[in-house]
């Protein structure tokens, strides 16, 4: 397994712009494809963005295409998620997570990070 370590939230205005990185260690990170999820309070979590193995497949959730960006330099072994536009709706705590290539679930973790948009 990989262990993970997410950085970059915060607090920012409504309109604004962060972006988070999740750093890995452990085994081969090119082996792994990653997601950003997240969870608000008194809600379930969702899947915000996912990217395969090699950065050439992107999934975005509805609720955050055309606004946020995932991307990955596995030199670096670290996967980013640029936040443009933020919206109060997108205040949450989110978490980095990997899954081997060609599984379905996510295995590993992070601690997560919270972001908190404010209006």
């Known amino acids: 397994q990989v262990q993970l370590v997410e950085s970059g939230g915060g607090l920012v205005q409504a309109g604004g712009s962060l972006r988070l990185s999740c750093a890995a260690s452990g085994r081969a990170f090119s082996l792994y494809d990653m997601g950003w999820f997240r969870q608000a309070p008194g809600k379930e979590r969702e899947s915000v963005a996912t990217i395969n193995w090699s950065g050439g497949n992107t999934y975005y959730a509805d609720s955050v295409k055309g606004r946020f960006t995932i991307s990955r330099e596995n030199v670096k072994k670290t996967v980013y998620l640029q936040m443009n536009s933020l919206k109060p709706e997108d205040t949450a705590v989110y978490y980095c997570?990997?899954?081997?290539?060609?599984?379905?679930?996510?295995?590993?973790w992070g601690q997560g990070t919270q972001v908190t948009v404010s209006s």
């Open positions: 997570a990997a899954r081997l290539a060609g599984t379905l679930d996510f295995g590993s």
